[in-house]
């Protein structure tokens, strides 16, 4: 831990030997001082600009939560157009993303393209704000609302910076997410199912194949789609879903079990002879 130097001492200042316990007494309420001292003090700069260096300092050497109190102090008190405030914002949305409190860095790095949409830091803060949502949906069981809001900031993104070269990972993030929101619908479905509430099943499994149909779930799906026309008797439903899954996985086992073999095509008819 660095110390500061007490007002009035030198680490090679001489003291008489006649005094030991005086020193003692003396170094004891030093060390205490200093320990007792708390992360980050608005005493330790004089000006905004010296107090953004000592933050950006705690941030560079990943001492977050010194660094997290430095920005949010400094978001109280610069200028509400002070050039330093959009990069506090951001610099404390990056403190607290390192601390895995991802509300407190969404809501950070929000507000530079909310308040400050030109400055250059805005495409990356959006990207980051989406990064963070996305980190608060977990699993596709829990609730899914910060996932729904980590999808309108990736696509906001996008929106408003096509051409930053961060599109295709934010592109990536997007993906992801409609995995999980397909994935939580088949879990539904699939509850559904096994309840044998099959017409329930069926507005599940349709709405992963009309609204995530490129995910690796949209197959899933339709094999319970299959599995749910057959229970409630709706053969040709059924068919129809069975003839897209061997377009698409002629080879796939699951199907194969599902719907059976492909029907084999019949052979075409022998031409009739000619007549003499």
Same mark, same amino acid.
């Given at each position: 831990? =660095?110390?500061?130097?007490?007002?009035?001492?030198?680490?090679?200042?001489?003291?008489?030997?006649?005094?030991?316990?005086?020193?003692?007494?003396?170094?004891?309420?030093? &060390?205490?001082?200093?320990?007792?001292?708390? /992360?980050?003090?608005?005493?330790?700069?004089?000006? =905004?600009?010296?107090?953004?260096?000592?933050?950006? !300092?705690? *941030? =560079?050497?990943?001492?977050?939560? !010194?660094?997290?109190?430095?920005?949010?102090?400094?978001?109280?008190? *610069?200028?509400? +157009?002070?050039?330093?405030?959009?990069?506090?914002?951001?610099?404390?949305?990056?403190?607290?993303?390192?601390? /895995?409190?991802?509300?407190? @860095?969404?809501?950070?790095?929000?507000?530079?393209?909310?308040?400050?949409?030109?400055?250059?830091?805005?495409?990356?803060?959006?990207?980051?704000?989406?990064?963070?949502?996305?980190?608060?949906?977990?699993?596709?069981?829990?609730?899914?609302?910060?996932?729904?809001?980590?999808?309108?900031? %990736?696509?906001?993104?996008?929106?408003?910076?096509?051409?930053?070269? *961060?599109?295709?990972?934010?592109?990536?993030?997007?993906? +992801?997410?409609?995995?999980?929101? &397909?994935?939580?619908?088949?879990?539904?479905?699939?509850?559904?199912?096994?309840? +044998?509430?099959?017409?329930?099943?069926?507005?599940?499994? !349709?709405?992963?194949?009309? #609204?995530?149909?490129?995910?690796?779930?949209?197959? #899933?799906?339709? *094999?319970?789609?299959?599995?749910?026309?057959?229970?409630?008797? %709706?053969?040709?439903?059924? @068919?129809?879903?069975?003839?897209?899954?061997?377009?698409?996985?002629?080879?796939?086992?699951?199907?194969?079990?599902?719907?059976?073999? &492909?029907?084999?095509? @019949?052979?075409?008819? @022998?031409?009739?002879? &000619?007549?003499?």
């Amino acid at each position: 831990m =660095n110390r500061p130097t007490p007002t009035g001492y030198h680490p090679r200042m001489s003291f008489s030997p006649r005094r030991p316990l005086r020193l003692l007494a003396l170094g004891a309420l030093v &060390a205490s001082a200093a320990c007792a001292k708390p /992360d980050y003090s608005p005493l330790e700069a004089s000006t =905004n600009e010296t107090f953004f260096q000592a933050a950006l !300092k705690a *941030l =560079n050497g990943k001492n977050w939560t !010194k660094a997290s109190k430095g920005f949010e102090q400094l978001t109280f008190q *610069l200028p509400a +157009r002070d050039p330093m405030l959009p990069r506090a914002y951001f610099y404390l949305g990056v403190a607290h993303q390192n601390l /895995d409190e991802f509300i407190l @860095a969404a809501q950070a790095f929000s507000r530079v393209p909310e308040n400050f949409p030109e400055d250059t830091l805005a495409p990356l803060a959006t990207f980051q704000a989406a990064v963070s949502y996305s980190r608060l949906w977990r699993r596709p069981d829990l609730d899914s609302d910060y996932g729904v809001t980590a999808l309108s900031t %990736y696509q906001s993104f996008l929106a408003a910076y096509p051409d930053s070269p *961060l599109r295709d990972s934010a592109q990536a993030g997007i993906d +992801r997410l409609n995995e999980m929101f &397909a994935q939580k619908n088949l879990e539904t479905g699939d509850l559904y199912a096994q309840q +044998r509430a099959y017409d329930s099943s069926i507005i599940y499994y !349709k709405d992963i194949l009309a #609204k995530y149909p490129q995910t690796k779930v949209a197959r #899933k799906a339709m *094999l319970g789609l299959v599995k749910a026309y057959k229970a409630i008797g %709706y053969r040709d439903d059924a @068919a129809d879903i069975c003839a897209t899954l061997r377009a698409k996985y002629p080879k796939d086992e699951a199907v194969v079990k599902a719907c059976g073999p &492909a029907p084999v095509a @019949a052979a075409p008819a @022998a031409p009739a002879p &000619a007549k003499p």
